[in-house]
């Protein structure tokens, strides 16, 4: 009777393979079984699986895709201070240039950030009012978007690699093309960081899910603060993501382009007002501009294709 069952079971695998890989999330019972099975299936990284709120790593493991494709990016975001108009030729904080964006490959962002860590103890024997300060950040991005028959999953999984020079309201955004839309009221969100616990000598994680979201006819943008903790922090992260459907139709078409564009705007002064997005159908997310922040962009796309 075994046997019969075995064989059995293989034939039908082989009859209806649709409905047998449709049921392989569903079989799945562990936290760690769906993060791996998500890792696998999405392409995501495990950094952004294990960040994942559980009802997102529920949502993403009991689906099956049927295509998908994560990108992976790195920049470093550098401040260059200029002279006020004091005529003593003092830098000032609140006088800068526009912030120089420059896209680095992994290796080159994890060794420069791994250098800036040991230089943190260094004191420089210039003041500041002699030499060019130079504030540097490094920022990862990660953006997936992953589809199934008849809708799909975009995300954008931003990781500072380096704690944040400055802690004020960021966005965090997904914007799409034409063929693409938002389905309003599906965006999730999660922010998190290490803070340092000096009393147990260990690293704590803090975990905020809350942000303003808001949703335009070509993309969705979470607006939030940095964690602002007179407590040392590390790993800080953040992701925002959402259900896209077909906007024409009731299914993607097959052979057809589909884009995805991560956006991440960080503000470096304060400001009354917030930053905001243009996104790639003319809409905009935010109110106004803030008067000084850094853009930073990623870019996926995947073509559709028969299951």
């Known amino acids: ?56 790593l529920k949502k993403f493991s009991s689906q099956q895709p049927i295509v998908s494709e994560n990108k992976e990016e790195y920049f470093r975001i550098e ?33 420069e950030v791994e250098q800036a860590k040991r230089n943190e103890g260094a004191i420089s024997p ?18 997936n978007m992953t589809y199934y028959a ?25 914007g799409v093309n034409q063929g693409v839309a ?4 599906t965006a999730s969100f999660s922010h998190k ?13 803090f975990t905020d899910n809350s942000a303003d979201i808001v949703y335009d006819v070509g993309g969705v943008a979470a607006k939030f603060d940095l964690f602002n ?16 459907l077909p906007r024409e139709g009731s299914t993607w078409k097959v052979g057809s382009v589909y884009d995805t564009k991560g956006y991440y705007r960080h503000q470096e002064t304060q400001a009354t007002i917030s930053p905001s997005v243009s996104l790639p159908l003319g809409g905009s997310l935010g109110l106004t501009y803030a008067d000084k922040f850094a853009d930073v962009n990623s870019f996926c796309q995947l073509t559709y294709k028969a299951q």
């Open 1 to 56: 009777m075994l046997k019969k069952a075995i064989v059995f079971s293989l034939l039908f695998c082989l009859v209806f393979p649709g409905l047998s890989s449709a049921n392989e999330g569903s079989q799945l019972t562990t936290r760690e079984e769906q993060e791996q099975y998500v890792i696998n299936k999405y392409g995501i990284s495990k950094e952004f699986a294990q960040d994942l709120t559980d009802k997102d």
């Open 79 to 111: 401040y260059e201070p200029t002279k006020s108009n004091n005529n003593k030729g003092l830098k000032t904080a609140d006088v800068e240039s526009k912030p120089i964006i420059t896209k680095l490959t992994k290796e080159q962002a994890l060794a």
């Open 126 to 143: 210039l003041s500041n009012s002699d030499s060019d300060v130079k504030v540097t950040d490094w920022l990862r991005l990660e953006t």
């Open 150 to 174: 008849n809708n799909g999953t975009i995300s954008n999984y931003a990781t500072w690699l380096k704690d944040a020079s400055n802690k004020k309201l960021d966005i965090l955004a997904l």
């Open 182 to 185: 938002i389905k309003k009221g």
């Open 193 to 205: 960081a290490e803070l340092w616990d000096g009393t147990y000598s260990k690293w704590d994680t």
């Open 229 to 244: 903790s007179p407590r040392q922090t590390q790993n800080e992260r953040a992701y925002i993501s959402v259900t896209v």
